[in-house]
Every structure is written in structure tokens, then in C-alpha cells.
């Protein structure tokens, strides 16, 4: 195929030429920097949070009339009861917060009594015996926290607990050339001994800006006696649906002065991460439209300014034929045409998408963009315009060579 | 002869209705998705409280130091209760209040009905005045009632509505919590959005508040803060709630009303002093750093406009962008394939002029059809907003006459900016070669 007189014809359609061209590249550039957000953002949200979430519920209480101290304790212990009695229920615990609630504690902890100096920032989960077999975490040195480790602890009280379970991640960051078990650390002013690592535990946020200690969890053996407490309840997995729709009503059964939302007082773990994650959703959602909208857009482009040019060119393309030019050859001319401007569009597009990156990288504080996308956008687009240009190529290459001799 | 264009127009956008329809569909299409996320982002960008947002200010004072912020940790968006109480002690400013958001639960008089939870503010007088808040019945508690730690609470609208079917429910009581409070005002409606009092807590989207009572009172009866706490390196604070308050934690909000720019710069030198004394008591060790930002730059600061919304917003202009480019690529096919004709017609006296007229006529007519396909797919689209955005923003974006207004001006503007060039073409054809190739 020859591509000099490709590139004389596109010298006389300068402005048809660009437009398309530089539609090609506006949509690359758009295009592989949505795919980027997209494929980061859908990592975000599958990522495991070490939380056996398929078969967890969450019920947050808030006792009414301001209990005393003391009485939210035996209040407390009495749902306990009153949950593990509910058919389904395998296993319970009350806690401050859990993975993807977006409310809790978080703290320094290091290897001084001094709080300005720290090694990590890590959340702060109140837990007792049951939390491990609850949450299904999976113990991988070391042991859990027995019955009579777990002290009680009122608002603002001082959090300085005698033993902790710190997960994986963070042992290695307190104690990076060995194992941390039975070493100490300070969440508080007073050394904790580290009895237990777990594999996994996520941090209840997923913001970004908290990404960096995301896996950093400790577990502290306390049962916190306040007016807000999260009950977190392991069902059966075919009754969980079953136990959370029947939890609420045996909880106010069994006490009448408590608030548990109609809302959002009961949520399933499936619930609880959707929500976390909503934001994501949308914007994977957002972007993953508009680059089928925008790919579709300019296809229709390029079909639309291909039928022109082959109803502009009827003559040179009959008189081409009656010169012994094959249907081939037709076909070809504007296969080939189409891709030369999809190469200098993509060319435009590529540097095009990497500025955008960077810009986006500015404003939006989104990671630089891995050159694989840009390459995935390139074959895409070329296909595109290939598949574009195939009809309007098609019909240029029936047209008869008897055209050459009619006149307009 | 405009309407003779619109006709000749129409027959021509008729003769082609693939390519007429695909114009359409574009235009609408990119002009659509950038008005539904502007919808968006117009809704969390907006001034909460246009009349006043220059004069009222929250200031910051430096209380961790330049080392805090080596390791990463910001300069906090509230004060610490000592400061906050140093600075209400010295009402420098016309107005101010320290603010923070508390839950509380409410237990119904009937034991029938179940006790709720109800969300609300600890403030002082001064925030009714400050912030502009309309009253139904009643009003704000006065100032000697925030000195004598009173009992007293202004309810929402919607509490009143629940708990006393909306009648005048001034001077009745309700319990919150363990205590009773008397009513002494119940609020209009009254719900800023973005809620700029609030932003370093809480989306600034939520539903209205319920209650609002003396923040006195709230600290005797040691109410807990529902927002932020922000403890960096306190360690060696004192057990219970006095010893929290009391401790380097930043947990309240602060707002202070300066009605004109002297007011502004003694307010500064006043926040300067105080962060100069401090050093000289030995409880900071580095240049005071106080800023003191008003209602717009506090929100600004806060990013209180979602990196989502604003993503969305330029995704959406990109896209607007690329559909122009290819309606100027369509239109120069459409206007180009006629060039026959328009060689007649300039060989028949037409000036450039009137070709010009003609086919801008044609695009606006397209423009006009993507601005009606464009207030459908806006319409659509903010139907659609709650796929994308959280359930507390995607129900700010409605369509209002504006927006449709808007949708309209917008197609039919970027329809004629696309058409410029294929229009220009258009009047440049050289009649003699067209008439040649016959």
C-alpha cells in the first residue's frame, strides 16, 4: 500500500483530518486516565479486610437517660446474653468501632512513653475473648486475650492496657528483624506486652490519606462502658439475614430505655462496606459511562466524516477502479487513511493523557498513571477507528467503475 | 431572510437525518452530562450564607507546634476548650460562639414510645445572631441565661412537628438524656448547606440539626463531643471528663463576627497577643501562628467541595469537549457536501454575509435540538446522580428553570462555537470552481 498519496489527499482535508485526529486524542487522553481511576479504585474495594465479613452483624446501641457507669456494664453483659441466645447466633462481642465504620481511635504507638514519638499510627479496637472467633481472625503467633485480661473502662479514662494483639503489618513495623510477640510496645505512657499477631485486621477507614497505616490494627483488652456501644454479632451464614431482621426487636424486648436506629442501628457487614465505599462506586460508575459514552461518540465521528469523504470521492474512487484498481486496493486506501490518522491521534493523545496525569496528580492526589493503560487506550482506539472506517471503506470500495465517467 | 434560512435549514437537516440526529444526540449528550455534574458541584459549592459570609470568621491558633506538623499531623480546625474559653472570656469580636456537636437521646413523656436519638449543637446566644437563624416561635436564649448554665434548648421545625404536632411549643418541656430543658425557641427550617459551622466535623450535608442548648450547660453535664477529637501527643492528661477538657485536645469550634476590616486586623493582633502570652507562660515554644480565615476560605480550606464532585465536574467538561470537536468535524462534512449549492448561490448574488447567515441558522437549529435532547438527559441524569454520589449530596442536584435555562444557553452557545469554523468554510467557497466541475 502506498502512503504518499494517503498523505496528499489528507493535505487537501487539513481540518477533517485534525478534527479527527485530535478527537482521537482527546478521548485517549480521557479515556485511559478514567481506566486508571477506575482499576484504582475498584483495587480499593476489593481489597480483604481480614474480617470474615459474609457472615457478621453490626448493632449500634445508644442507652437513653445517661445510665450510670456501672449500670451500662450489667447492661451490657446482659445483651450479651440476650444475643448469643438468639437462634443463629454463634458468637458475640462489644466493641468501640470496626473495620469500615469510619468512626474510632487512633493513636501512636512506638517504642517511647512519649507520644510525639512514634513508629505507626494505628486504630484502636476494643476487644475481649470472643473478638478473634468472632470477627474470624486468624491468630498467627501467640495467643488471645483470656477472660479475666479484659478491665472495664469508662469515658476518658486513661487507655493503658497490660497486653495487646497487634496485627501483622504493625509487628513488623514495631519490630522489623524479628518477631515482636512478647516484646512491648507504647500505645499509652505505660509499656503493653504483645501476646498475640493476627494475619489481618483493616482500620475502620478507608480514606486515603489513612491508607498508609490501613493495616495497621491493635486490640486492646477493655470493655468500654459508654452511652454508644457497637455490638458485633457472628450469625450462622444462612441466618443472617434471619438474625438481623429479628435482633432489634429482642434487644428492646429485653430493655426498653436504648435507641438502635430503624435506619441504620442493623447492618450487615455487606451493608456496612458498601456503604464505606460508596463514593468509589460512583466515581467507577461515573467514569466507566462516560468512556463508553465518549468511545461511542467518537466512532460515530469517524463514520460520520468517512461516509463524506467516500460520497466526496465517488469519481477519483471510480475513475481508480476503471485504471484496474482492485475493491482491495479501495478498501485498503481507507483502511489504511484512517490509521495514519488514528497514529498521529494517538501519538497527540498519549502525551496528551500523561499531562492530564499529571494535572490530575496535582489537584486530585491520584497516583501516576502506569503506561499500560496508555497502551491498552492505543490498541483500543485504533480498533475503534478501524471498525469505524470499515463500512463507510466498504461501501467506497462497491462503488462501480462506470462512476468515473458520470458527471454530478 | 432569517426565516427563510430556518427553512432552508430544516429541509436540509431533514435530508440527512442519520447525521442530523447524530449532531443532536452528541450536543445533548455532552452538554447533559456536564450540567447534571454542575448541578452537583453548583450545590456544594454554594455560599451558605451569602449576606454575612465576609464578616464571619473561625479562627486557629498553633497549639502543637511546627514539629507536629513535620510528622505529618495538620494544624487542628477547632481549639482547644482553654482556648476557646480564654477567648469567649475576652469578646473581642461584635459576636462569637463556641460550638460542638453533641447526641443526645430523647425519652418521650408516653412510655409507649420509644426513646430516639436527636443530634444537636452546645453554642452560646451570640450563634442565633451570628448565623442569621430564622425563628418559627420564640427565639434564642439570652445571654445571662449561657452565664447561669440554664436549661433551656431551641428545637428544629421537624422536632416540634414529631413532638408537639407543630403547635407553639415555647415554654413546654422536653428530657434529653437524664435532664428536662424548657423550650425557648423553635427554628425555621433553618439548614446551610454546605453547614460551614460544622465542615471540620461532619460532611456539611446532614440532615437539619435537632437541638440546640447552652454550651455551659453542656459542659456541666459533661456532654461528649459527637464530632472530632484531635489529641496529638496529649498523653499526660488527667483521667475524666475535667481532665479531657482540660488537656491540649482540640475539639471545639469557634466563630467570631468582625463587621469591617479594622475589626478584622485588631482581631488578629488580638489572636497574635494571645498566642504571644502563651508563649510567655512557657505553654508554647515557637512564633505564634494564629490564622483566621472567613466563611468562604474556612470552607475552601476544609475541602468541603468533594474531590468527587470536582473529578466528576471536569470529566464532564473533557467530555463536553470531545463532543464539540465532533460536531465540528459533522457539521464541516454537512456544510462542505453542499458546496455545489452554495457556489449557486453566491453565483446568483449571495454574499459571504448571507451563506454566513444561512448555515449558523441551520447549527443553531441544531443547537436548539440539542438543548431540549440536553434538559431530557439533564433531567435523566439527576435522577440518575444518586448512582454516583453520596445519598447526602446526589439529593442536593435538582432541576430547577435555572438549570434548564442554563441547559439551553449552554447547547445553543457551543453548538454556534462548534459551527464557527464549518460556517466560515461554508462562506468561502469559490463559486467559479463549483460551477466549473458541472
Known amino acids: 500500500m502506498q502512503i504518499r498519496p494517503i498523505l496528499a489527499t489528507l493535505r487537501h482535508h487539513k481540518a477533517g483530518t485534525l478534527l479527527i485526529a485530535m478527537q482521537i486524542a482527546l478521548t485517549l487522553a480521557i479515556v485511559c486516565n478514567a481506566m486508571f481511576i477506575i482499576h484504582q479504585r475498584l483495587a480499593r474495594m476489593s481489597k480483604p479486610s481480614g474480617v470474615d465479613e459474609s457472615n457478621l452483624l453490626v448493632v449500634r446501641n445508644e442507652w437513653a437517660g445517661k445510665p450510670a457507669p456501672a449500670q451500662i456494664g450489667s447492661l451490657m453483659a446482659a445483651d450479651l446474653d440476650t444475643l448469643r441466645k438468639v437462634p443463629g447466633v454463634t458468637n458475640v462481642y462489644a466493641t468501640n468501632t470496626y473495620p469500615f465504620s469510619n468512626t474510632g481511635l487512633a493513636n501512636g504507638i512506638g517504642h517511647s512513653p512519649d507520644k510525639r514519638n512514634y513508629v505507626s499510627v494505628t486504630a484502636v479496637y476494643f476487644a475481649n475473648e470472643n473478638t478473634l472467633a468472632t470477627l474470624g481472625l486468624k491468630l498467627v503467633e501467640g495467643r488471645n486475650f483470656t477472660t479475666n485480661e479484659i478491665n472495664d473502662l469508662g469515658d476518658h479514662d486513661k487507655i493503658a492496657p497490660d497486653v495487646i494483639i497487634v496485627t501483622r503489618e504493625l509487628a513488623h513495623r514495631l519490630y522489623p528483624d524479628g518477631s515482636a510477640l512478647g516484646k512491648t510496645a507504647y500505645i499509652s505512657d505505660k509499656p503493653s506486652i504483645i501476646i498475640g499477631i493476627v494475619d489481618r485486621l483493616q482500620i475502620p477507614w478507608v480514606d486515603s490519606s489513612m491508607a498508609q497505616w490501613a493495616d495497621c490494627s491493635t486490640l486492646l483488652p477493655f470493655r468500654q462502658r459508654v452511652d454508644t456501644t457497637h455490638y458485633v454479632v457472628r450469625a450462622r451464614p444462612e441466618q443472617l439475614a434471619d438474625v438481623a431482621a429479628r435482633v432489634r426487636a429482642t434487644l428492646y424486648a429485653a430493655h426498653h430505655l436504648r435507641v438502635i436506629r430503624p435506619k441504620d442501628g442493623v447492618q450487615t457487614f455487606a451493608q456496612v462496606r458498601a456503604a464505606a465505599y460508596e463514593s468509589d462506586r460512583g466515581i467507577a460508575i461515573l467514569m466507566g459511562v462516560i468512556s463508553t459514552i465518549l468511545l461511542a461518540i467518537t466512532a460515530a465521528g469517524i463514520v460520520g466524516l468517512a461516509s463524506f469523504w467516500v460520497g466526496q470521492r465517488r469519481k477519483q474512487i471510480g475513475v481508480r477502479r476503471a485504471l484496474g484498481a482492485t475493491r482491495h486496493d479501495i478498501l485498503s486506501y481507507f483502511l489504511t487513511e484512517n490509521l495514519l490518522i488514528g497514529i498521529a491521534g494517538v501519538v497527540l493523545g498519549g502525551v496528551l493523557a500523561i499531562g492530564l496525569n499529571l494535572w490530575l496528580m496535582k489537584q486530585f492526589e491520584i497516583g501516576r498513571l502506569a503506561p499500560g493503560y496508555v497502551l491498552t487506550g492505543v490498541a483500543m482506539l485504533l480498533l475503534l477507528g478501524q471498525g469505524a472506517v470499515f463500512a463507510p471503506a466498504l461501501r467506497a470500495s462497491r462503488v462501480p467503475p462506470v462512476e468515473a465517467t458520470r458527471s454530478v | ?438
Open chain 2, 1 to 438: 431572510m432569517l426565516a427563510y434560512y430556518l427553512r432552508l435549514g430544516m429541509r436540509s437537516l431533514r435530508r440527512n437525518p442519520i447525521l442530523t440526529m447524530l449532531m443532536v444526540l452528541t450536543i445533548g449528550i455532552g452538554v447533559a452530562s456536564s450540567m447534571t455534574t454542575y448541578a452537583v458541584f453548583r450545590a456544594v459549592s454554594a455560599n451558605p450564607l451569602p449576606e454575612k459570609s465576609a464578616r464571619l470568621f473561625a479562627p486557629q491558633i498553633d497549639i502543637w507546634g511546627p514539629q507536629s506538623r513535620a510528622q505529618g499531623a495538620d494544624m487542628p480546625d477547632a481549639l482547644t476548650y482553654t482556648d476557646a474559653m480564654a477567648l469567649l472570656r475576652d469578646k473581642k469580636a461584635k459576636r462569637q460562639t463556641a460550638i460542638y456537636p453533641v447526641n443526645l437521646t430523647l425519652v418521650p413523656q408516653s412510655e409507649r414510645t420509644e426513646p430516639f436519638a436527636v443530634n444537636g449543637y452546645a453554642a452560646y446566644a451570640d450563634f442565633f445572631s451570628m448565623f442569621n437563624v430564622p425563628f418559627l416561635y420564640g427565639g434564642a436564649w439570652d445571654m445571662s441565661q449561657d452565664d447561669m448554665h440554664s436549661s433551656v434548648v431551641v428545637i428544629s421545625s421537624q422536632l416540634n412537628q414529631q413532638l408537639f404536632q407543630g403547635s407553639d411549643s415555647v415554654g413546654r418541656t422536653i428530657r434529653l438524656d437524664d435532664h428536662d430543658y424548657e423550650i425557648v425557641g423553635v427554628v425555621d427550617g433553618w439548614n446551610p448547606r454546605p453547614r460551614f459551622y460544622d465542615v471540620n466535623n461532619s460532611n456539611g450535608f446532614n440532615d437539619p440539626p435537632d437541638i440546640f442548648l447552652p454550651f455551659m450547660r453542656a459542659i456541666d453535664l459533661q456532654m461528649n463531643t459527637n464530632g472530632n477529637t484531635n489529641c496529638y501527643g496529649s498523653a499526660g492528661r488527667k483521667p475524666g471528663f475535667d481532665g479531657f477538657i482540660h488537656s491540649d485536645c482540640a475539639w471545639v469550634s469557634y466563630w467570631a463576627e468582625l463587621p469591617d476590616a479594622n475589626d478584622e486586623a485588631a482581631y488578629r493582633d488580638y489572636l497574635t497577643n494571645y498566642a504571644a502570652e502563651q508563649n510567655r507562660l512557657g505553654r508554647f515554644h515557637w512564633k505564634p501562628n494564629v490564622p483566621l480565615r472567613n466563611l468562604v476560605e474556612w470552607l475552601d480550606y476544609e475541602k468541603v467541595v468533594p474531590t468527587e464532585t470536582r473529578i466528576s465536574l471536569w470529566l464532564s467538561l473533557g467530555f463536553l469537549l470531545v463532543c464539540l470537536v465532533n460536531t465540528v468535524g459533522l457539521m464541516l462534512a454537512k456544510f462542505m457536501r453542499r458546496a455545489g449549492e452554495i457556489g449557486v448561490r453566491r453565483a446568483l448574488g449571495a454574499s459571504r454575509r448571507e451563506i454566513w447567515t444561512q448555515f449558523l441558522a441551520e447549527a443553531a437549529m441544531v443547537g436548539v435540538g440539542g438543548g431540549v435532547v440536553g434538559v431530557v438527559f439533564t433531567g435523566l441524569g439527576a435522577l440518575g446522580v444518586g448512582l454516583v454520589f453520596e445519598p447526602d449530596i446526589a439529593r442536593l442536584a435538582h432541576v430547577n428553570v435555572g438549570l434548564i435555562g442554563l441547559t439551553l444557553a449552554c447547547a445553543l452557545l457551543s453548538t454556534l462555537a462548534a459551527a464557527f469554523y464549518p460556517t466560515w468554510r461554508a462562506s468561502r467557497v469559490q463559486p467559479a470552481w463549483q460551477l466549473k466541475s458541472n
